[in-house]
């Protein structure tokens, strides 16, 4: 099986990954987590792509294509992989139609999340990550047990700089313009399923979980 989470940042495609990927026991694949552990690493990649990252901009297409293809082929993606954040251009979209076939999988489901636009500059700019284990929290609608600290792990958690309110605007643009564009692309081959993003994170895996087992 091979899921997509389609939607602007802040929709909580990284929130509801983490279960997806559990109950249905697919590898995850986030690029902006890759890209994120590959800037920290200091890579030729990171190098590369922190300019773009710290912009609010996307990364070139020619970089990420490169990532997702070597990740797609490693042995646990065999009994299916859940795709966070990628493809996010039209471009990145057909270039997985040409790869998938070699890998024997299909898009099954592209699961959108939508979610209103003051949601999400609130969603964004209140985000925090664990620097160990990437887990998401949110100051007021999930905060962690222990302020700062990760409940899964107990690693620190921080603000990545990405999330500031003027970066969050322009991210929120590049979705309009470039990302958008999959809905119709994805609707076009049947495969689109509408996730009302507005409700509670519970209610949110409630709708998704009720999508994929219909598949
Ligand atoms: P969000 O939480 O906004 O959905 P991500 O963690 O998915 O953010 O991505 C963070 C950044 O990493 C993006 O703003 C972009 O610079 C880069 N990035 C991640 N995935 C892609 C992709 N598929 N194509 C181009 N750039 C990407
Ligand atoms: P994305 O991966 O789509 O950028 P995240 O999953 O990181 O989004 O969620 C963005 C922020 O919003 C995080 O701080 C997360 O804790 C919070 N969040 C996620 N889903 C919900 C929800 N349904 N209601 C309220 N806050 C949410
Ligand atoms: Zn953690």
Known sequence: MLLILLGPPGAGKGTQAGQLVEDYGLAYISTG?????AVKEGTGLGQ?????????QLVPDELVVEIVKDRLQQPDCEKGALLDG??????QATFLEKV????????????????????LIERLTGRRVCSECGTNFHVTHKP??????????GGALYQRADDSLETVKERLEVYKNQTAPLIDFYEGRNVLARIDGNQEI?????QIKGTVDKL
């Open 144 to 153: 962690p047990k222990v302020r700062n600290v990760c409940d899964e792990c």
């Open 100 to 119: 998938l076939p070699d890998t024997g999988k299909k898009v099954d489901c592209v699961l959108l999340i939508e979610v209103a636009e003051e949601e």
């Open 86 to 91: 990628f493809p996010r251009t039209v471009e």
């Open 33 to 37: 987590a890759i890209l994120r552990n």
């Open 48 to 56: 590369k792509a922190r300019q773009y990252m710290d912009l609010g």
């Open 202 to 206: 519970e209610s949110v895996r409630d």
